[in-house]
């Protein structure tokens, strides 16, 4: 049996989502216990030139429903980067995997010829949808939750390599 398009984004991503949610409590828990401002977290960082736990998230967020979005041939909504507490962010999350749980999968099944232009650092870059979700998107928006994910470790967060990965069923 072959895989679809959407088996390997959608499902993908939501499952990613759902992990970066994990360890985000996790993180919103261990300050709690601490007795610190869960949002001193959101400025962290592993280096000076990376961006914070907040701008991982968002950018992870982003990844995900523009991912699928220009895989889907659709419009993503836009979510404005204004996230300034830990819970605004948490919701961020949420958000984004109710977008992605809404895309009909009817639009990304056998689309996988379907051209994907996009812009980054003034360069227009071509794709086919399938070739942009496995050499772009994913390894991008699993960039971000590994870093969001070694931002909380480095902050002190008790997080593992099964928070980071889940439970397998």
Do not use: C, W
């Amino acid at each position: 049996m072959a895989i679809s398009l959407y088996d390997i984004s959608v499902p993908v991503f939501t499952r990613g989502l759902g992990q970066l949610a994990h360890v985000l409590d996790k993180g919103l828990a261990h300050a709690q216990a601490a007795g610190t401002d869960p949002d001193l977290l959101l400025q962290a960082r592993l280096a000076p030139d990376m961006f914070t736990l907040t701008g991982q998230v968002q950018s992870a967020s982003d990844a995900s429903k523009l991912g699928t979005a220009r895989i889907a041939g659709i419009t993503a909504p836009s979510f404005p980067d204004t996230e300034a507490t830990y819970v605004e962010l948490q919701a961020r999350v949420a958000k984004t995997i109710e977008y992605l749980n809404s895309v009909d999968r009817s639009l990304i099944d056998g689309a996988e010829a379907r051209e994907v232009v996009m812009k980054a650092r003034g360069n227009e870059l071509k794709f086919t949808a399938q070739r942009y979700l496995l050499q772009f998107a994913l390894p991008n928006f699993f960039f971000h939750v590994t870093t969001a994910y070694g931002v909380l470790r480095h902050s002190g967060v008790a997080v593992g390599k099964m928070d980071y990965l889940g439970r397998f069923q």
